[in-house]
C-alpha cells in the first residue's frame, strides 16, 4: 500500500491532452502568425519517482505547447532496479534508497546511494552540453524520489543550470555536503512545488527546503498546494512551463 502511495500516478494527462488536441483541431494554428524561431535549444530532463519508469512520465512534455519549446530535447530515463528498505527490501525501479514512509524532515538518508545517481545524472548533463547545448537553457525536474535527486544533482553540478524544479522532494542530503556546492551551482534557481495533503512525501519535509536553500545562498520558489496529495497537477506543470519559458536564453 505504501508503494501505491508513492507511485501514484499522474491522472490528468488523458483529459489534458484530449482537449489540447480538440483545440488544436478546431483552430488550426495560422502560418503567417508564427514567431521566428530564434530560441536555441534547451534540454529538460525528468526524473520519476519510486517504482515509476521514464516513459511512463513522457506524456508531460506533450501539455508544454508555447513555441519557446520548439527546440527542447526532452530525457525521461528510467531508475535502476534496487531494493528498497521503506517496502520491506523488495527490488524496484529506485534512484536511492529510501528508508522510511512518510518520508519526513528528519528521516534517514542514504547519501552513498544518492551520490552516485546524482554522477549519473551530471553525465547525462554533460552530454548535452557536450552536444552543444548552453548550460543556461538546462532544466532538471524530478517528482517525489527524483525531485529529491534533482536538488541533491543541481547543487552539486559544477556549473550554473537554467534551473531545477522539485515536485513533492525532500533533502536527501546532510548539511556536510553544503560544502561541495560551487558558487556556480548556488545561482542555480529552484522552482519547488508541494502538496499540502501529501502523506507520502510529509508537507514538513517540502517546506524545509526553502529555509536550507536560503541559508546557503540559493534562490528557491515555494508553492503549496492545497488540498493536492502525493501526485502532480496540471496547475503545477503550467506554472513549470511558465517558470522555464520565463529563463530560456535566446539564440541572438
Given at each position: 500500500m505504501k508503494l501505491m502511495l508513492l507511485v501514484k500516478p499522474i491522472v490528468?494527462?488523458?483529459i489534458t491532452l484530449s482537449v489540447a488536441i480538440f483545440v488544436v483541431l478546431l483552430f488550426p494554428e495560422n502560418p503567417s502568425s508564427r514567431e521566428p524561431d530564434s530560441m536555441a535549444r534547451?534540454?529538460?530532463l525528468w526524473l520519476h519517482g519510486l517504482g515509476d519508469s521514464g516513459p511512463a512520465n513522457e506524456p508531460i512534455k506533450t501539455l508544454f505547447t508555447s513555441p519557446e519549446f520548439r527546440n527542447t530535447k526532452w530525457l525521461f530515463p528510467s531508475a535502476p532496479s534496487n531494493p528498497v528498505t521503506c517496502n520491506y527490501g523488495a527490488v524496484m525501479p529506485s534512484w536511492f534508497d529510501i528508508h522510511e514512509i512518510p518520508v519526513t524532515a528528519d528521516s534517514p538518508k542514504d547519501e552513498s546511494g544518492l551520490l552516485k545517481a546524482v554522477q549519473n545524472v551530471h553525465a547525462t548533463i554533460d552530454k548535452e552540453i557536450a552536444s552543444g547545448t548552453n548550460p543556461s537553457n538546462v532544466f532538471v525536474c524530478g517528482f517525489s524520489q527524483g525531485g529529491a535527486l534533482t536538488l541533491a544533482s543541481v547543487l552539486l553540478y559544477p556549473k550554473t543550470l537554467g534551473g531545477g524544479a522539485v515536485f513533492s522532494g525532500w533533502?536527501?542530503?546532510n548539511s556536510s555536503i553544503i560544502?561541495?556546492?560551487t558558487p556556480e551551482a548556488k545561482r542555480t534557481p529552484i522552482?519547488?512545488?508541494h502538496g499540502m495533503a501529501d502523506r507520502t512525501v510529509l508537507f514538513e519535509a517540502g517546506q524545509a527546503g526553502p529555509p536550507f536553500l536560503e541559508k546557503i545562498g540559493v534562490s528557491c520558489e515555494f508553492k503549496a498546494y492545497p488540498?493536492?496529495?502525493h501526485s502532480i497537477n496540471n496547475e503545477e506543470l503550467k506554472n513549470l512551463e511558465?517558470?522555464?519559458k520565463a529563463r530560456l536564453q535566446s539564440s541572438s
Open positions: 490528468v494527462f488523458t534547451s534540454f529538460v533533502v536527501p542530503f560544502e561541495r556546492i522552482l519547488w512545488s488540498g493536492l496529495s511558465s517558470w522555464i
